[in-house]
């Protein structure tokens, strides 16, 4: 089975200041990794995802995360935080069994 | 546009009915799935169908029920026997291969029981 551990639930970040999302994941086998945000009272949107190519992972709206197989995270960054981007986030991981296991989310919070 | 509907967006029952929560998609997709979502919870699995007329139980069924006759449609009943189905529930489906075809998502309906 697969679980992820997303830790802090709600995250504030200052206008323009890097954003940093922590993932951290456990599979038995090699692991598909994904992103999604959420804006309120709406379904998930994709932000990027990881399936065995580039380590360096880049996905919309500046967003990029970065898959480390000896620490068994794939975090979230992007460089300079806009208004745009207060919502919720979350990690997930699949291990091939077309089920998708979620962490718990980051609410962010972006300060003016 | 394809997409997935989700319908009603809120929903209102009184303790001890049970409730369907529609899910209709037309992006052709073979796998759909039910996920529940609570404050501080994120999501968790309830159902998921990989193909018509089969379907399996996710990591919190008990109390809910599904049936899959449509490749369109995956409804969810919230039965009476769930202990606390006040929440945010959002269907999903795929191309067979979540790595290949990631999940797409509903925006969800509110169930409320009082």
Redesign the interface.
Known sequence: AQSVT?LG?HVSVSEGALVLLRCNYSSSVPP?L?W?VQYP??????LL?Y?SAATLVKGINGFEAEFKKSETSFHLTKPSAHMSDAAEY?CGV?G?N????????NQVVVIP | DGGITQSPKYLFRKEGQNVTLSCEQNLNHDAMYWYRQDPGQGLRLIYYSQIVNDFQKGDIAEGYSVSREKKESFPLTVTSAQKNPTAFYLCASSQQGIEDSPLHFGNGTRLTVT
């Open positions: 997303q639930s598909y994904f999604y009272n709406q379904g998930l949107q994709l995802k399936t979350f699949s091939g077309n089920r998708l296991a979620f962490g718990k989310g």
